[in-house]
């Protein structure tokens, strides 16, 4: 296991198509979390999972947002009717109890 | 709220020198805080964790300091070269059972050979 893997590394969609990204974590991490980020900033949660439940949700995420861990290993996040504001870079991280958490190359998303 | 806070000027600093960044944090006690440097186009890699029952913790050229008096974390760089060069990131987990990373903004930067 190479580490945290996201797919795809870019996307370019036009405004109101959905678009879907993929998180495969390191295999024995149980905890899995998206972050968006964008220029100058830092990384800003949007979702957590523990297993396949997930916990949390950031109150910034729209409706149009989903995210889902069906067997508790990978991890998808769906945007609906994309806007222009939804461009940024999408992180996934996972780790175990205690530890630091380890982050995937992102997906960049640019929406036109 | 929980709130992380970064210089948020980059830094300049000559080849050899001793690199110096800060992280304060206010409206709570963190357990633990973490360093992360981030490259453009890449997600953050994680450096070094250190407990608020430790004072100091190093890896390598890598040193970091919590002083929860203060309410402050030191980051240094020694013997610094530009591959040095990046965003660096301080992050701490939120308090409860999610354990989401709050983050800083991230402080820029730039080794000069």
């Known amino acids: 296991d190479t580490g945290v893997s996201q797919d795809p590394r870019h996307k370019i969609t036009k405004r109101g198509q959905n678009v879907t990204f993929r998180c495969d974590p390191i295999s024995e991490h149980n905890r899995l979390y998206w972050y968006r980020q964008t220029l100058g900033q830092g990384p800003e949660f949007l979702t957590y999972?523990?297993?396949?439940?997930?916990?949390?949700k950031s109150r910034l995420l729209s409706d149009r947002f989903s995210a889902e861990r069906p067997k508790g290993s990978f991890s998808t996040l769906e945007i609906q009717r994309t806007e222009q504001g939804d461009s940024a870079m999408y992180l996934c991280?996972?780790?175990?109890?205690?530890?630091?958490?380890?982050f995937g190359q992102g997906t960049r998303l640019t929406v036109v | 709220s929980q709130k992380i806070e970064q210089n948020s000027e980059a830094l300049n600093i000559q080849e050899g020198k001793t690199a110096t960044l800060t992280c304060n944090y206010t409206n709570y006690s963190p357990a633990y805080l973490q360093w992360y440097r981030q490259d453009p186009g890449r997600g953050p890699v994680f450096l070094l964790l250190i407990r608020e029952n430790e004072k100091e913790k190093r890896k390598e050229r890598l040193k970091v300091t919590f002083d929860t008096t203060l309410k402050q974390s030191l980051f240094h760089i020694t013997a610094s070269q530009p591959a040095d060069s990046a965003t660096y990131l301080c992050?701490?987990?939120?308090?409860?059972?999610?354990?989401?990373?709050?983050w800083g903004l991230g402080t820029s930067l730039a080794v000069n050979p």
């Open positions: 992050a701490n987990l939120h308090a409860g059972n999610n354990r989401k990373l709050i």
């Open positions: 991280a996972s780790r175990e109890a205690n530890t630091e958490a380890f």
């Open positions: 999972f523990q297993n396949e439940a997930q916990l949390e």
